[in-house]
């Protein structure tokens, strides 16, 4: 049925659509828009410009769409945009873009957003991921479609996590995070491929095969990285999945993370 609470706020601007509810003391600011069947929950907050998608929920305390924390912005109009049927419960935080940044700070759809993470100006985060609590972008970050960022981990500015990467606890990520790898640590390391995320996914055995071996290629060969690519696309190229990891490890821009375990947790990254 949806309806706005009495104690609720929405500023005149905003644009709400059919079903959408807005609990008590949440607050509705200007340029937001909200599409069909969204809930806001009670003392969330969305600030615009922002524009939602549909059947999204927005869980108590929550602040979508406030200014980015870069001291370079000076008010300018910057935007969030957010898909369908995402989940962000208590106490998120996802700002705005920069104008040096591109001004927009996107995320796709069918996300959850455990409590307490952050999202941070100038993002790009796909669909289907997963960030545990207190899970923390900075600035400028790419995260890739059916990622999984688990409780306590964060990701330095201008980095990017890839596509079915899992990235756990407590790590520290001021590289790239390679897709289809299990990523862990302060110092972090490659810890396999994510098989069982990949599994669930539905990637099929052949393909799981080929990353597999790719990955054993980059990270166990102890090749460069580049020569570790040249072998990669002569002997295992044709698998999209393998086209992106190719394609993924050179378009990096810091480095990619690609050391083996050493002594628990203890590993490192090849700065490109």
Known sequence: MGGVHPLAFVDPSARLGDGVTVG????????????????????????????????????????????????????????LEIGDRNQFREFCTVHRGTSKGGGITRVGSDGLFMAYTHIAHDCQVGSRVIFANNATLAGHVEVHDDANISAFSSVHQFCRVGRHAYVGGYTVATLDALP??????????????????????????????????AYRILVRSRLPTPKAVEQIRAELAGDPDVDYLIAFVEGSQRGIIKSPPRGGSRGGGEPE
Do not use: W
């Not at 289809?180 to 099929?204: D, E, H, M, W």
């Open 180 to 213: 289809f790898v299990k990523t862990v640590g302060q110092k972090p390391a490659c810890y396999g491929l994510n098989s069982i995320g990949l599994k669930r996914k539905g990637i099929s055995p052949e393909t799981l095969r080929k990353l597999e071996a």
């Open 24 to 79: 008590p003391f949440a607050v509705i600011g200007a340029g937001v828009e909200i599409g069909d069947g969204t809930e806001i929950g009670g003392g969330a907050q969305v600030q615009g410009p922002t524009r939602i998608g549909r059947e999204n929920r927005i869980h108590p305390m929550a602040a979508i769409g406030f200014d980015p924390q870069d001291l370079k912005f000076q008010g300018e109009e910057v935007r």
